[in-house]
């Protein structure tokens, strides 16, 4: 490990999309003071924007609306290129359908929150009531659709309580022809000057993580997999639909992403552009 590195508060999501890395990552020897919080995605964002993380998985939502904060680490993401198989919008009736009725969408991701509300009112031209709430509630027993993420998704997908079951990484995907990215790994761009050994240390790291956990998978799965529960083979198949770069059409798709922002008056266009930190070897 390099010796330059100094500590380092590091933000990772608690669902098992996030598996692949860090599964590999726990197993391997980090110095002490670099300390990982696991939290949902919406708290990792807070934190972050708050100065009490450095890094991590943060929505891309949080990135667009707070670009002149942060840089993103390059090659890494949570993405998909088509179905996601955790995010969800379940409804008891035809999505296309849903105006005036209650969505409950969950609060643990800002960028899910955002894209339901993008597809539903761009793409299928409905404008629902939104409600942020628990998705495992009484609340949920009432409205009309749930929007569902991370585990709790991967739960409610299993049962069979709604007619409609919409996965927004295939919804994104058929109307953009482009994937769609739910998380970067940003860093605070006062830490990454700060910081650049660290910053650029833990970047490699991430990435050799990544790599070990893709020739890993199927014994990755067999662990995280009772947590939801379910099969190990269809953990693997799930995560197998997961991906972790950040290539061109991954850009593009965040640039068409933040474009929706900005039209919908969520972000600035004067500020917003993709501040890429590129790996340092």
């Known amino acids: 490990m390099d010796k330059k590195t100094g500590g380092a508060r590091i933000g990772m999501v608690n669902f098992i999309n996030t598996a692949p890395i860090y ?29 009490k993380l450095d890094l991590g998985f943060v929505s891309s939502y949080e990135y667009g609306v707070r670009p002149q904060d942060y840089r993103i680490l390059g090659d890494l993401s949570i993405s998909a290129n088509g179905s996601v198989g ?53 609340a949920a027993a009432q409205a009309g659709g749930v ?58 790291e991430f990435l050799f993580c990544r790599g070990e956990g893709r020739q890993q998978l199927e014994a990755i799965c067999r662990k995280v997999a009772p947590r939801i529960p379910m099969h190990p083979d269809e953990c693997y198949v799930y995560l197998r639909a997961i991906e972790y770069d ?6 593009l798709a965040l640039e068409r992403f933040f474009q929706y922002l900005i039209n919908r008056n969520e972000a600035s266009a004067q500020s917003l552009h993709l501040n890429i930190q590129e790996v340092t070897r």
């Open 246 to 251: 950040l290539g061109e059409r991954k850009q």
């Open 86 to 138: 955790s995010v969800f919008l379940f409804s008891r009736v035809d999505p296309a359908t849903l105006s005036d009725h209650t969505v409950l969408l969950s609060g643990q991701s800002q960028t899910s929150i955002c894209l339901v509300k993008i597809i539903l009112e761009e793409f299928y031209q409905v404008k629902p009531k939104y409600v942020v709430g628990d998705v495992i509630s009484e």
């Open 147 to 204: 929007l569902a993420i991370g585990d709790e998704a991967l739960r409610l997908s299993a049962g069979s309580e709604f007619a409609y079951k919409l996965d927004l990484g295939e919804a994104w995907c058929r109307y953009t022809d482009l994937p769609f990215v739910f998380a970067v790994c940003a860093v605070r761009d006062e830490f990454c000057r700060r910081e650049p050994e660290t910053v650029a240390a833990i970047h490699r």
């Open 23 to 51: 599964e590999t990552w726990k197993k391997r020897p980090h110095p002490k003071d670099w300390q990982v919080v696991e939290a949902p995605p919406s708290t990792l964002n807070r934190m972050l924007a708050a100065g």
